[in-house]
């Protein structure tokens, strides 16, 4: 500092620089503000530790973090070590964990529904062996060599989407369990995949057609999560329609009669059966369950079908004003924005390394001097002789390809270079032109050739004569003078010293094989400084994107062909994720509608699954603008993974209402509510709480994939359940509407029906629930291994004379968690007012037989034979006579 300019200040405030290292570094830009510069306000301050920003300061923060950095004075908010992507690898690392957590709570409550480990465990297998397929197709099938980190969520979706489909057919199969004559375990796996393949296969294919639909994406990262994804999610679909049924007949067959369940998990425990307090433990334990289960069927078969029912047009409303309200926030205010910040956050917001970066860093001035410096601008940089032409592998960032020359390119016709002298000059006229001191030897390099080629055509030191590449040739030149002399003076001017030639990318290419030149850059500095905000990219691309296409259009036909490049990479990914996603969605929607009408062959059905997909999505990325979200790659991402998620629930419910027997369309619901309703809620309870568990992470990429899972589930979960389904029940098909049918190609109808001889063998395994050793405390539960969320089995005792008289020519609503209603129109039969319960064993039934008044007690081997008549309930004793007043049947109810 020059004391004659600072007469009068201490000379300690002189020395050292030290005001301005204070005002520069040290305090924030607010210190002495011009409205109070007598009163200073010292928020912030910095101090400069004496190490160097590297990895050997990663320990020195581990200490910091673990240390109280504040008191009563001040505090410590932010920190810039430059170890804020090591930080990442490692928290990356570390924080798996919570995702680990997420499939050990999938896997317990997917253990609680079932009541079968044997069954989650093979569900979870069959989910590892899906996701191993994908990566083998993906890597050797596909040969596809990049694997972004974002395939990683893969397993997440993998294991929600595999716990889904084992709750509904666990579902199923119990309904399946459930049924009169269900026969043998053939007749039970053919009826359970019979229902349950068309809603697994129908789902399975909307949700990988929804992850295919990303594949138009120009971001490589999301291109191959689309890919792989997809992959595992038909994977997934193939392993559960073998693995998972061959599962459920072992756990029925083996575990049943060799294991003792204790519930609600189902633990296989036969070495605690005669001890005396684990007896009491485990009826203890069934009662509870049993409460549970009973309690959680009446709502799901009761209380959710009339709130649904009796409220429907308020639903509609509801919801509709909701998704009204999404679609305001994501296309009009605040809209879905693209990141503005010129950081790239990884970390949470609270973070200290996010915090200077985001927030601190602008309230001190070497730091804003940074985004200021004038050499730190955006190139204006024009390319001719090469086509902007991509032939490496788009699914491969790392295969650059093979460069594609013009061949109309040609610099040496004189009109071609007149016109690109007039180009230089008229570039340097133009508002974003950043003007540059110092000699500028290629940045247009046919200036400099031109002086070049004005000297004097005789050396006056070596008289050496230079002709033609001396003033003699005017320009333009001669095509065969051009390139004559153009090689010289590239020669010359690389001999020029290195302080006014430096290695830079404008300049002439030269051919090796023909030695003429192959491509020429101009480059000149702009007024934009580089930054990673799209708004102020864009408008820097515009200008001069738009001025070069103009000047294109008049160029010689060897020049026609240039085109505009810049330092526009992350520009380059904003703008794809702009148009890309929405692109995506809709392409993404519009083949799910295919396949759903493809599948279910029900236009109504489809037009309202679809819209209430598309009500979901809506819904959900309103929710995350309100959150600030900004659409980058991982935001990107999640929304593919709204497609392909948001529509598992909804379809589900629709093949329900679809394969419903009833005509009317309340009745379609309320049996599509109490088929699915609970395995429904159950896989959106599962990853909601998957969800949640993630939150704790640092990781910005985690958190907000536990943010996306809490919010989806959430939404999705209530839009398929209350607004769907109060439009099936307002506007539904109902009697065939709109039910599209294939061709049929009947070659066999004269053909003899097939028989199935043991259609009505009740065989021990399918008599006697997985759960055949729990104990007798209980007389009247019985339940299953796999039928946590269904009714209790019972024995009734009926009186036939009576039961005729009040059955008369009266009908009733099929049972609403029963399958033969699906399979057949026929009616059950009036349930009697009068019914006894009684216990009877598992294992081998007991039946009660009154007979002239006087009660015995029989059972039924595992190869007795129930005969029945095809519209009547089966009888223990078909040889008895009319005038026997009491028979036995067994007869399933709902209350």
Same mark, same amino acid.
């Given at each position: 500092?020059?004391?004659?300019?600072?007469?009068?200040?201490?000379?300690?405030?002189?020395?050292?620089?030290?005001?301005?290292?204070?005002?520069?570094?040290?305090?924030?830009?607010?210190?002495?503000?011009?409205?109070?510069?007598?009163?200073? +306000?010292?928020?912030?301050?910095?101090?400069?530790?004496?190490?160097?920003?590297?990895?050997?300061?990663?320990?020195?923060?581990?200490?910091?973090? +673990?240390?109280?950095?504040?008191?009563?004075?001040?505090?410590?908010?932010?920190?810039?070590?430059?170890?804020?992507?090591?930080?990442?690898?490692?928290c990356l690392l570390h924080d798996t964990v919570y995702v680990a957590m997420a499939g050990v709570l999938i896997f317990l409550f997917l253990w609680m529904y079932s009541s079968s480990f044997f069954v989650t465990f093979m569900t979870f297998c069959g989910v590892g062996f899906s996701v191993g397929m994908a990566?083998?197709?993906?890597?050797?099938?596909?040969?596809?060599?990049? &694997?972004?980190?974002i395939n990683l969520l893969t397993i997440v979706i993998i294991i929600g989407i595999g716990a889904d489909d084992a709750c509904i057919y666990c579902k199923i199969w119990t309904c399946a369990k459930s049924e009169k +004559?269900?026969?043998?375990? !053939?007749?039970? =796996?053919?009826?359970?995949?019979?229902?349950?393949?068309?809603?697994?296969?129908?789902?399975?294919?909307?949700?990988? !057609?929804?992850?295919?639909?990303?594949?138009? %994406?120009?971001?490589?990262?999301v291109r191959c999560f689309s890919i792989f994804a997809g992959t595992a999610v038909l994977a997934n679909f193939i392993f559960t329609v073998s693995w998972l049924p061959a599962s459920v007949i072992m756990a029925e067959k083996w575990c049943s009669s060799t294991c003792l369940c204790i519930p609600p998990m189902g633990l296989y425990l036969p070495q605690l059966r005669h001890v005396q307090w684990c007896s009491s433990l485990c009826g203890a334990l069934w009662k509870l369950h049993y409460s549970f289960t009973e309690y959680s069927r009446v709502f799901f078969e009761k209380i959710l079908p009339c709130i649904i029912v009796k409220s429907k047009y308020f639903w509609i409303v509801f919801f509709s004003a909701i998704a009204a309200g999404g679609a305001f926030a994501v296309f009009y205010y605040p809209k879905l924005q693209l990141p503005d910040s010129k950081e790239f956050q990884i970390f949470k917001s609270n973070h200290p390394f996010e915090r200077y970066d985001l927030y601190l860093k602008k309230f001190f001035w070497f730091e804003k001097a940074k985004e200021q410096d004038p050499y730190?601008?955006?190139?204006?940089?024009?390319?001719?002789?090469?086509?902007?032409?991509?032939?490496? +592998?788009?699914?491969?960032?790392?295969d650059r390809g093979d460069i594609v020359f013009d061949p109309d390119f040609n610099i040496a016709l004189p009109e071609a270079q007149e016109w690109l002298y007039n180009f230089c000059i008229k570039l340097r006229n133009q508002s974003f032109y950043q003007s540059t001191h110092g000699p500028l030897m290629f940045n247009c390099f046919i200036e400099t050739f031109k002086d070049w080629m004005e000297r004097r055509c005789v050396d006056g030191i070596s008289d050496m004569d230079r002709t033609p590449c001396c003033e003699s040739s005017k320009f333009p030149f001669s095509e065969k003078v051009f390139n004559y002399c153009i090689k010289e003076a590239v020669v010359i001017l690389?001999?020029?010293? /290195?302080?006014? =030639? !430096?290695? %830079? =990318?404008? /300049?002439?290419?030269?051919?090796k094989s023909t030695g003429k030149v192959q491509a020429i850059v101009v480059q000149y500095d702009s007024t934009f400084s580089y930054s990673m905000s799209y708004a102020e990219m864009y408008n820097f691309k515009t200008a001069v994107d738009s001025w070069v296409s103009e000047m294109m259009s008049m160029a010689p036909k060897g020049l026609k062909n240039g085109w505009f490049i810049s330092d526009l990479e992350f520009f380059d990914l904003q703008d794809s994720l702009s148009k890309g996603s929405l692109v995506a969605i809709g392409v993404a929607i519009a083949v799910s509608f295919g396949a759903l009408l493809f599948t279910t062959l029900n236009l109504l059905i489809s037009i309202f699954a679809i819209f209430t997909i598309s009500c979901i999505i809506i819904v959900t990325v309103g929710s995350l603008v309100l959150l600030g979200?900004?659409?980058?790659?991982?935001?990107?991402?999640?929304?593919?993974?709204?497609?392909?998620?948001?529509?598992?629930?909804?379809?589900?419910? *629709?093949?329900?209402?679809?394969?419903?027997?009833?005509?009317?369309?309340?009745?379609?619901?309320?049996?599509?509510?109490?088929?699915?309703? %609970?395995? !429904?809620?159950?896989?959106? &309870?599962?990853?909601?709480?998957? *969800?949640?568990?993630?939150?704790?992470?640092?990781?910005?990429?985690?958190?907000?994939?536990?943010? &996306?899972?809490v919010l989806l589930m959430a939404i999705s979960w209530l839009y398929s359940t209350f607004f769907f389904m109060s439009l099936l029940s307002v506007a539904g098909p109902q009697n065939g509407q709109l039910q599209l049918n294939y061709p049929s190609f009947d070659c066999c109808e004269n053909s003899p029906v097939p028989v199935e001889k043991n259609a009505y063998a009740l065989s021990e395994s399918t008599l006697s629930s997985s759960s055949a050793s729990y104990p007798n405390q209980i007389p009247t539960s019985e339940s299953h291994?796999?039928?946590?969320?269904?009714?209790?089995?019972?024995?009734?005792?009926?009186?036939?004379?009576?039961?005729?008289?009040?059955l008369g020519h009266r009908s009733i609503r099929p049972r609403s968690g029963s399958l033969s209603s699906a399979t057949s129109k026929a009616r059950d039969p009036m349930i009697p007012s009068k019914i006894t319960r009684t216990p009877r064993k598992i294992s081998l039934p007991t039946v009660n037989v009154t007979f002239h008044g006087e009660e015995s007690l029989g059972a039924t081997s595992s190869s007795t034979i129930v005969c029945a008549e095809e519209d009547k309930e089966p009888v223990l004793n078909p040889m008895s006579k009319e005038d026997i007043p009491e028979a036995w049947i067994r007869k399933e109810i709902s209350v």
């Open positions: 500092m020059d004391p004659a300019l600072c007469r009068g200040v201490p000379r300690p405030c002189i020395e050292y620089d030290a005001v301005y290292n204070i005002l520069h570094y040290l305090a924030d830009i607010h210190f002495l503000e011009p409205k109070s510069p007598l009163v200073p +306000n010292l928020t912030y301050t910095t101090v400069f530790l004496p190490t160097a920003q590297s990895l050997a300061a990663l320990e020195y923060y581990k200490d910091l973090d +673990n240390m109280q950095l504040y008191n009563e004075v001040v505090e410590v908010t932010g920190m810039e070590m430059g170890l804020k992507y090591k930080l990442f690898v490692d990566y083998f197709m993906y890597t050797l099938i596909y040969r596809i060599h990049f &694997f972004p980190f +004559n269900n026969g043998t375990l !053939v007749k039970l =796996v053919r009826d359970t995949l019979h229902h349950a393949c068309l809603s697994m296969f129908i789902t399975s294919v909307t949700t990988a !057609v929804a992850f295919f639909g990303s594949v138009i %994406s120009n971001i490589t990262a730190r601008k955006l190139p204006i940089r024009i390319v001719w002789g090469v086509l902007p032409v991509d032939t490496g +592998n788009h699914l491969d960032p790392y690389h001999h020029t010293p /290195g302080y006014f =030639v !430096v290695p %830079s =990318v404008e /300049g002439l290419r030269f051919s979200w900004k659409l980058n790659v991982l935001e990107s991402t999640t929304v593919s993974i709204a497609i392909g998620l948001a529509v598992d629930l909804t379809l589900h419910y *629709g093949v329900a209402y679809r394969l419903s027997p009833q005509e009317d369309r309340e009745s379609s619901v309320i049996f599509a509510l109490s088929h699915v309703g %609970s395995p !429904v809620a159950m896989a959106a &309870f599962t990853t909601f709480m998957a *969800g949640a568990l993630i939150f704790p992470s640092i990781v910005l990429a985690y958190l907000q994939i536990g943010t &996306f899972l291994e796999l039928e946590p969320l269904t009714a209790l089995k019972d024995s009734l005792r009926i009186d036939v004379p009576k039961f005729k008289k009040k």
